[in-house]
């Protein structure tokens, strides 16, 4: 992932570092859908999202549909 190559680079390490400067690039609905799981772990009590990990989970279960990845390699097997 480019944003990890990023983070490797400026040689960031701390989680929560990471998982604020990746959330102030958010748009559109991405920023709408950071800031409610944010509200819903002060309102509802649900885990926060604490390591990089996580939210890179969080956020590929969110944007990126399940049958992205038989795309890829479906582009990848017609590749000359």
């Known amino acids: 992932m480019k944003v990890d190559q990023i983070f490797n680079c400026h040689n ?3 989680e929560k570092k990471k998982i604020r400067l990746a959330s102030i690039e958010f748009e559109g609905y991405a920023l709408v859908w950071w800031n409610q799981l944010q509200v819903d772990v002060d309102r ?4 926060r999202v604490e390591t990089w990990l996580e939210m ?3 956020f590929k279960e969110r944007f990126v ?3 992205y990845k038989r795309v890829l ?3 990848l097997q017609r590749f000359y």
């Open 12 to 14: 960031y390490s701390e």
């Open 44 to 47: 509802l009590r649900r885990p």
């Open 56 to 58: 890179k989970k969080v």
């Open 65 to 67: 549909p399940p049958y």
């Open 73 to 75: 390699h479906n582009k």
